[in-house]
Structures are given as structure tokens and as C-alpha cells.
């Protein structure tokens, strides 16, 4: 068992009250709360080099990882890939595909710290360096002097924000022994030499590469550059080349300027578009698997002999599928040295050479892929092809296949971060503190197990060693973090130590615009705070779908709070008469809403009338904090007192603002002691007037609505 579960029901009553909360559908309250959770799986080994390939094997090659569509969680293994079901991949999978996915895959700077560059200086610096990083960059980047390389160095990935991050009048470069780079979602353009059409002048490509291995290129655009657009050469292996836009250009991408056969190069769904030659040229290719590309508009100026589509040059060994041809000359070729296998390809307009001959390879030995059909091919690729509005404005950390503990992930976020981070955190018990501090905003915690019981965070501190804050398993200092599918645990066991201040908290929050959506949140005394930075600041927390156990003030603190559509368990400490408190708000005097606990289950198996709905907080007798709560819509158990409201540290319960509207159920009942909500009142005492503020904060929308 991973965590102790004192104080929580025995498993006859936990199965009644899952079935009950089933049966009013209040959200994902899953049947396992309180059971263990699988252990953490050890990181991935690190890619190693590749082995130079020989001819294609006979059975598909072990350890090929599988086409992905983006949306999968962290596979914790690899079956081989023809055991692995083919399937439809989005064209912004978060993953390589084809060759760049085989012999340990292509992570890029997975792992490393995320920054954001807008300078030339700082992507050097960042491109540059020995260590991993993943590397955003925001605007147009001016390279100075004209056509100068900015050098990419190993385990890197660069990814633009947006559709429009550029790199203008520069290159990028990947020298010999690179290897594990992903350059996604980026323009580089315009270092084109006025009268210099086959760039015999200048070398100023937009990307080149000298062998390396494992290397991912993906959505970008490249146009109007000195020589080549893209050039892969000198032995480079495992490449990917897919939805990228090449046009307004002489010579677009070439591989090759080798004599040896050992690239492996998977070239999908590109545009090539305005261009004259190389739709690739390849030389010498191990294997070269071309599909769903499109050629259009091809650069008719009478040369019969260079201007052409794609071409398998010395003994490549080329696989075209897919593909659609409109106006193109010479749109596929080999060299009498070369295999060429083409099927499936549309031709519109096209004239001179359909070379085809030889059996060049099966690339289904290789790796899994999907053709989509070659008469959607120019819709398809026109709109997806290039950089893309929703890249790179999010980035993803997987832990712990990247990152070896959730705080790793949250360390590697930028301070003052301006993108959405999720944090991606796989099944299993992940014992440690986890701090998100005030300047790293916009994280979203996510577990990707089939429930939230599934991915737990759990530590074990009370509150006489460092306070609320130094006790909290998870602190959110941060503001707009979301987390959810999970589960947040403090298992210090009060009933085994003496302590004067044994309150534990599974998670405190300080920061505003805080989303939890199907999480758990586990403990005894002071299961959860949500706070805010001072009395006098107003910070927002919406909480739906949850989870939440404990017993001496549990639910606490001075932010606005909304828990909606959840169940809360009041765990029994063993007395006939009184066994805690469910909530202890300290709202500030002048703000009207505190907490709202709306349609959701108050359950417990405390003797009848033994637990309170709360009482006053007034921090170091500040008389400022004046308690708000509200339970509207929500049944209430046996378990609450008659007068369920008490008075805490010479603070009477009267003059706080305490009320009820609608509840419902055994624990229910109107009486002198039990203030009612008037139905004007209610009114004024919605979800949305809880939440709104002064930037109409709305999360309660919908469901799948984020923060950001």
C-alpha cells in the first residue's frame, strides 16, 4: 500500500457511497479513492547512436516506435510494429514518425529546461549549448551578418509559437555527429542573393545538416533562400521530413553528396510549391520512403533536364505512395542505378519521365503509417502543411518519461512563462513535495491513467514542520495552474505522533484562476487550503468533479472557492459528539464571496449529529476576516449536528456570513441555529458570481474549458 488510509471508510460503506454517488451522476468519483496506485516506471533508457543499416530486414525492426496521433498518454512499452495497429496520425502529433521514431527515437531537447527566445543571441546561446532544451521562438528573428548559421547542437528542439515565428536571412546548422534535434513550426526565409538563381555564390540554406542521425523536421516553411531550402547530407540517418511548405525557390530540399548507402529518410505530406528541382533529389538513399506529398506549380522555364519533381539518384532505393503531381515535369525519376516503386499517385498535367523500375524496399518493415487517399492529398496538405497556429503555443512535459519527478517538470518551466506547459505526469505514486511558484504561470497538471486514483502525489509533512505552506504536499503559488486526474495526499498519521500542530495539507493554493477538475484530495486536519496572497487580495479557485476527505477543517482558507459537483467525505475521529469541522474560511471582510460548496454529497461515517459545516477563521485574531460559506443544492449526512455551526477562538459563528439554500438529505433541517439563503439572495450566489471578478473568469462553462 503506498499510503496509509486511517480515519477513511471501510470498503462496505465506500462501495455503497461510490454506487449512490454513480446514481446522481456527479462527475468522477471512481470506485478506487483510498486504493493503492501502480508504482512510478523507470525513465526511458537515452538514445543511442544508430548502427549504419543494411539491406532491409526480413521481420520488422525491434523496438520501432508506433505512429502516433498526439492524443495517446506515454506508452510505458513498445511492442513491435507489427503487432501495433495502424492508425491515424494528427498532423500535429507531438511525436516523430517514420524513420526519425526507430533505433531509440527522437526526443529532441525533451528533458532539458523550456525557454523562449526573440533574439538572434539568445537562440544561439540556447542551440548552441552542450545541455537539452526545448527552445521557443516568439516574432521574427533577424539574422545578422546576411546568410549567417546559427549552429543547432545535439538534443534540442526548436519549435516556433504560432504561425508566426521566423528566422529571416539566416540558416540553421547541424554539423557532423548531431544528432536527437526537432526543428518544428518555423519560417526561415529571405537570404536569397538578388541574380543568383542557382545559388553558385552563396551556401546560405535555410537548414543543412552533415551526418547526423535522428532528426525530425516538421510544419515549417522554407522559401526564397540563398542555395537550398533543405539539405540533408553526408550520411545522415533516421530523418523525418513531413507538412513542411518549400516554395518560391530553385533547388528545394537534396539528400545525399555521398557514395555510401546508409540514409533513411521518411519524406510526408510536404508542399512543394514554386520550386524548380530537388522535390527531393536524393543520392544515394539506403531507403527513401516518399508519401502524400504534392507537387504544384512547378517553375516552367524550358530547361528539359532540371527542372523535375522527385528524383532517385546512384543507387537510392525509393518508395513513392500517395502522392499527387498537378503540372510538374519529370515528376518522378531514377538514375538507371537506382530502384524506384511508385503506386497510388495522381498526375494532372505532368510530362516527361514516370521512371519506375526494381523493388526498392518495403517500408512496412520499418515503421506503421497510414496513407491518407491521393485525391485528398492537396486539400489536406495546402491547410496543414507549414506552421500552424496551435503549435508551439502549448508545450508538453511527460513525466517521468522526460522529466523523473513532477517538481524536474515544473522546474524546467520558464519563470514568467507566456505559454500554456502541461505537465503530463503517467500513472503511478509519486512521493515528494511539489512547489509551483508565484512566476510560473500557466501550468496545467495532468494524469494520464485511466482515473484519477491512478496518478498520485503523496508526501507526509505536518504543519509543525514549516507551517501550511511547508506542510502542503503540493503548493500553487502560481497563478492559472490547472490540474487534472489526480490525486494530492498528506498520509502523516496524526493518530502515531504527538504533535502540537498535526495539521497536514494535501494541497494549498495562493494563486488565482486555479482550475482542479476530477481530483482527489486526501488527509486528516487541513486537507486543503485555498488562499490567496494577503487578506486583502481576492484569489479564485474553481473545483469540479472532486474528491475530498478529512476532518478538522479541511476545507479552509481566504480565496474564493467554488466546489461544485463533488463529493466530500467527513472522516470520523472516534467521538460521539464531535468530530470535526468541514470548512473554516477566512474570507476578507469586503469580499462577498467566499466558499460555495453547490450540488455536490456531504458523506461520513461519524455518529449522527457529531460534525459541524464549519466555523470562523480569523487568522491571528485579524477581526478583518470575516468567514463566507454558503452549501447550496448539496445533500448533507446524518453525521451533522443540528447546529452545524460552531464559534472558533473567541470568534462567534453568528457573525460570520454563514448560510444554507436547498440542502437536502438526513443531515438536512431548517432551525433558528441553521441560516437560510433567501431566494434574492441565491440570486446573487451563483457559480458564475463566485468566479467572475473583474476579468469575467468563467470556467464552469464547460467541462473541458482550461484556464488559459
Known amino acids: 500500500m503506498p499510503y496509509p488510509n486511517s480515519k477513511r471508510l471501510p470498503g462496505g460503506v465506500l462501495a455503497a457511497v461510490t454506487g449512490l454517488v454513480a446514481a446522481l451522476t456527479l462527475g468522477a468519483v471512481t470506485p478506487a479513492e483510498g486504493a493503492p496506485a501502480a508504482s512510478v516506471s523507470v525513465p526511458a533508457a537515452p538514445v543511442s547512436a544508430p548502427a549504419v543499416p543494411g539491406p532491409p530486414p526480413a521481420a520488422p525492426v525491434s523496438g520501432a516506435a508506433p505512429v502516433s496521433d498526439g492524443s495517446d498518454p506515454v506508452a510505458l512499452s513498445d511492442p513491435a510494429p507489427a503487432s501495433r495497429p495502424q492508425r491515424n496520425r494528427a498532423p500535429w502529433a507531438e511525436e516523430p514518425h517514420g524513420f526519425a521514431s526507430l533505433a531509440g527515437g527522437t526526443t529532441g531537447g525533451r528533458g532539458g529546461k523550456v525557454v523562449t527566445v526573440r533574439t538572434q543571441a539568445d537562440l544561439a546561446a540556447y542551440a548552441g549549448a552542450a545541455e537539452p532544451y526545448v527552445i521557443r521562438v516568439a516574432g521574427t528573428i533577424d539574422v545578422e551578418p546576411f546568410g549567417s548559421s546559427i549552429t543547432v547542437a545535439s538534443d534540442k528542439t526548436i519549435i516556433g509559437v504560432g504561425a508566426s515565428a521566423e528566422i529571416v536571412h539566416g540558416e540553421l546548422q547541424l554539423k557532423p555527429g548531431t544528432h536527437n534535434v526537432i526543428i518544428r513550426n518555423l519560417t526561415i526565409r529571405d537570404s536569397y ?90 543520392d544515394n538513399c539506403a531507403y527513401a520512403h516518399l508519401y502524400n506529398n504534392y507537387l504544384s506549380a512547378h517553375v516552367a522555364d524550358g530547361d528539359t533536364v532540371w527542372s523535375y519533381g522527385n528524383w532517385a539518384r546512384g543507387r537510392t532505393r525509393m518508395v513513392i505512395e500517395n502522392s499527387y503531381y498537378r503540372d510538374v515535369q519529370h515528376p518522378y525519376q531514377a538514375d538507371a ?158 493518530a502515531a505522533v504527538e504533535l502540537s500542530a498535526e495539521q497536514a495539507l494535501a494541497m494549498k493554493t495562493t494563486g488565482d484562476r486555479i482550475v482542479f477538475e476530477n481530483t482527489a484530495f486526501k488527509g486528516n486536519q487541513d486537507t486543503l487550503m485555498t488562499d490567496s496572497p494577503k487578506l486583502d487580495v481576492i484569489s479564485r479557485v474553481y473545483i469540479r468533479d472532486a474528491y475530498i476527505e478529512g476532518d478538522v477543517d479541511f476545507v479552509y482558507g481566504r480565496a474564493t472557492t467554488v466546489i461544485d459537483r463533488s463529493l466530500i467525505r467527513a472522516l470520523s475521529r472516534g467521538s460521539a459528539t464531535n468530530n470535526g469541522y468541514i470548512t473554516a474560511a477566512s474570507t476578507w471582510k469586503d469580499n462577498p464571496y467566499g466558499f460555495l460548496i453547490t450540488r455536490s454529497r ?35 449526512p446524518a453525521a451533522i449536528k443540528a447546529s452545524p455551526w460552531t464559534d472558533m477562538s473567541g470568534f462567534s459563528w453568528k457573525d460570520a456570513r454563514f448560510s444554507e439554500y436547498r440542502t437536502y438529505g438526513p443531515g438536512a433541517a431548517v432551525t433558528a441555529d441553521r441560516p437560510q439563503m433567501s431566494d434574492a439572495d441565491a440570486a446573487r450566489h451563483e457559480v458564475a458570481d463566485y468566479l467572475a471578478g473583474r476579468d469575467g473568469w468563467a470556467p464552469h462553462d464547460s467541462r473541458t474549458t482550461r484556464t488559459h
Open 337 to 494: 542505378t537506382a530502384q524506384l516503386v511508385e503506386r497510388g499517385s495522381i498526375l494532372r498535367g505532368t510530362t516527361g519521365r514516370h521512371d519506375e523500375w526494381g523493388t526498392a524496399f518495403d517500408p512496412r518493415a520499418f515503421y506503421a503509417y497510414r496513407l491518407d487517399p491521393a485525391a485528398a492529398v492537396p486539400a489536406l496538405v495546402t491547410r496543414f502543411s507549414g506552421p500552424q497556429k496551435n503549435l508551439g503555443a502549448g508545450t508538453v512535459l511527460d513525466v517521468p518519461a522526460a522529466y523523473p519527478t513532477v517538481q524536474s517538470a515544473i522546474d524546467a518551466v520558464p519563470a514568467g512563462n507566456d505559454g500554456l506547459v502541461t505537465v503530463r505526469i503517467a500513472p503511478g505514486t509519486y512521493r515528494e513535495k511539489v512547489r509551483v511558484p508565484a512566476d510560473k504561470p500557466r501550468i496545467a497538471l495532468e494524469g494520464t491513467g485511466e482515473d484519477r486514483s491512478r496518478t498520485v502525489i503523496v508526501y507526509d509533512t505536518p504543519n509543525a514542520y514549516g507551517g501550511s505552506s511547508g506542510s502542503a504536499t503540493v503548493l500553487i503559488a502560481a497563478s492559472d495552474v490547472s490540474a487534472r486526474n489526480l490525486t494530492f495526499v498528506n498520509d502523516f498519521d496524526e
Open 193 to 282: 542573393v538578388e541574380g543568383d538563381w542557382d545559388g553558385k555564390t552563396t551556401d546560405f540554406d535555410a537548414i543543412q545538416m552533415d551526418s547526423v542521425h535522428h532528426v525530425w523536421i516538421d510544419h515549417n516553411r522554407f522559401t526564397h533562400m540563398g542555395d537550398g531550402l533543405l539539405d540533408v547530407r553526408k550520411d545522415s540517418q533516421y530523418i523525418t521530413v513531413s507538412y513542411n511548405r518549400f516554395d518560391h525557390h530553385n533547388k528545394a530540399f537534396g539528400i545525399g553528396w555521398t557514395d555510401n548507402l546508409t540514409t533513411q529518410i521518411t519524406i510526408d505530406h510536404n508542399w512543394f510549391s514554386g520550386t524548380k528541382q530537388r522535390n527531393p533529389s536524393a
Open 602 to 636: 456531504v458523506v461520513s461515517d461519524a455518529p449522527a449529529g457529531s460534525f459541524h459545516l464549519g466555523r470562523p477563521w480569523h487568522p491571528g485574531g485579524n477581526p478583518d476576516a470575516v468567514a463566507q460559506v454558503l452549501f447550496r443544492d448539496t445533500e448533507l
